[in-house]
Antibody, heavy 119, light 115 residues
Framework: QVQLVQSGAEVKKPGASVKVSCKTSGYTFTSYDINWVRQAPGQGLEWVGWMTPNTGDTGYAQKFQGRVTLTGSTSLGTAYMELSSLRSEDTAVYYC????????????WGQGTLVTVSS | QAVLTQPSSLSASPGASASLTCTLRSGVNVDSYWIYWFQQKPGSPPHYLLKYKSDSDNQQGSGVPSRFSGSKDLSANAGILLISGLQSEDEADYYCMLWHSSTWVFGGGTKLTVL
């Protein structure tokens, strides 16, 4: 069965970086894009960016440009999101989700990773 | 002005139908877009429900009951998620999404209460 399993919760200080992983199984990693979506406490969903494992191509929401890097390891079937220059407003649950390229069928999601930014 | 606007809350009775709207910003024509819908329950990731472009171009997510359906109101420039035969388990947050200007954009979400 398809599974996306994310790394555990993180606590970071302002200005630091965080790297969250999303380990996939049950399907061919290179056949689907991986998207990252975040949700601040009590708030709605916010799209962060996408990564195509087959080519390494990426796309980012404008507000995260220059601060976020999406990568993947085809040998490990794992996607990564690194967010730098963290501030308190980045405190959120970060989700990975797979989709077929150029579709919004985010049909499988990771369980979410809480990133807390606090001094 | 946000690209997608959803009412923050909606209440409906068990067995009734609920129509959740997702209004596109003026100048962003709903007729041109696939509208995607997700359901999220507390403490869980979002769950993909369906996508809708037109009556002849739409698709249900895997295992999603036919009680959930999509449509559009072209006069209101809005996408609609219709849930019929409401059940207590349908109580959740619902989000719409579309691809606009090379980004995925979510609406702010509607909290559906079934009471």
């Amino acid at each position: 069965q398809v599974q996306l399993v994310q790394s555990g919760a993180e606590v970071k200080k302002p200005g630091a970086s965080v790297k969250v992983s999303c380990k996939t199984s049950g399907y061919t990693f290179t056949s689907y894009d991986i998207n990252w979506v975040r949700q601040a406490p009590g708030q709605g969903l916010e799209w962060v960016g996408w990564m195509t494992p087959n080519t390494g191509d990426t796309g980012y929401a404008q507000k995260f440009q220059g601060r976020v890097t999406l990568t993947g390891s085809t040998s490990l079937g794992t996607a990564y999101m690194e967010l730098s220059s963290l501030r308190s407003e980045d405190t959120a649950v970060y989700y990975c989700a797979r989709n077929l390229e150029r579709t919004g069928d985010f049909d499988y999601w990771g369980q979410g990773t809480l990133v807390t930014v606090s001094s | 002005q946000a690209v997608l606007t959803q009412p923050s809350s909606l209440s409906a009775s068990p067995g009734a139908s609920a129509s959740l709207t997702c209004t596109l910003r003026s100048g962003v024509n709903v007729d041109s877009y696939w509208i995607y819908w997700f359901q999220q329950k507390p403490g869980s990731p979002p769950h993909y429900l369906l996508k809708y472009k037109s009556d002849s171009d739409n698709q249900q997510g895997s295992g999603v009951p036919s009680r959930f359906s999509g449509s559009k109101d072209l006069s209101a420039n809005a996408g609609i998620l219709l849930i019929s035969g409401l059940q207590s388990e349908d109580e959740a947050d619902y989000y719409c999404m579309l691809w606009h200007s090379s980004t995925w954009v979510f609406g702010g979400g509607t909290k559906l209460t079934v009471l």
